[in-house]
């Protein structure tokens, strides 16, 4: 009951805020909130299983279009931070299915992929280090860029490869630590794979990783439904 009335009240006291604030919905730009009743739903995890070379297995709790790909990219490119609790719960959700696969006696560090220095210079905030702690997983750092790397947004499959090797390494050792990656989407693999790399270079090892949505029709993909969650 007391659970029904809060989240009664959160909305109340959103919709107030709408009209003191007004912002457009960053997933149709509908003047509303970060994000309208009518997008809220395109954010109900649906965790697949995508096999990646040099990683293991990624969890992903979304599909990285429509809705969610907007919301994604106005989160990272147009500074909309006001919808990271969204993305959030979602991420949490692939983390935990991610958690789930392993051993239950298996001790794991989440760790999460890092943005290129110019990304963090530009938008002034790490994307995956803030829906980290947003979903309660802290700051996880274990990895820092290494140096310049091109943006892999317009890059091939093959290119991707080239412009993210020695992308990343350690901040320290990672002797004996088991390392479940985080990133926000999956394309092909190359960044999480260049991120394992690293740490497997400072002793750690890698049991799979975490992400927020996958791109769809990925080459060679073979995923499986996990799991449906709300």
Request: hydrophobic share 50%; with cysteine; glycine share 10%.
């Amino acid at each position: 009951m007391w659970e029904i009335a809060r989240e009664a009240l959160l909305e109340a006291l959103l919709d107030a805020w709408a009209v003191l604030q007004p912002v457009d919905c960053a997933g149709c730009g509908a003047p509303d909130r970060a994000l309208c009743s009518a997008c809220r739903p395109a954010f109900a995890a649906d965790v697949s299983a995508h096999p990646v070379s040099g990683v293991g297995t990624v969890f992903a709790a979304l599909r990285y279009e429509g809705v969610v790909r907007r919301c994604i990219l106005s989160f990272k490119e147009q500074g909309r931070t006001d919808v990271a609790a969204h993305l959030a719960r979602p991420l949490a959700t692939a983390i935990t299915a991610a958690l789930a696969a392993l051993p239950p006696e298996a001790s794991v560090e989440v760790v999460a992929v890092p943005s290129s220095r110019a990304a963090w210079r530009r938008r002034g905030y790490l994307p995956v280090g803030t829906l980290l702690r947003r979903a309660g997983f802290g700051r996880a750092a274990g990895l820092i860029a290494a140096g310049p790397a091109a943006r892999q947004k317009s890059l091939g499959l093959e290119a991707r490869q080239a412009n993210r090797a020695g992308a990343f390494r350690a901040r320290g050792r990672l002797d004996g630590l088991n390392v479940l990656l985080v990133d926000d989407v999956l394309t092909t693999g190359a960044t999480l794979a260049e991120a394992a790399r690293a740490v497997r270079a400072a002793g750690g090892e890698v049991c799979g990783a975490a992400v927020l949505a996958f791109t769809p029709k990925r080459s060679g993909d073979t995923s499986t439904t996990h799991r449906t969650f709300s």
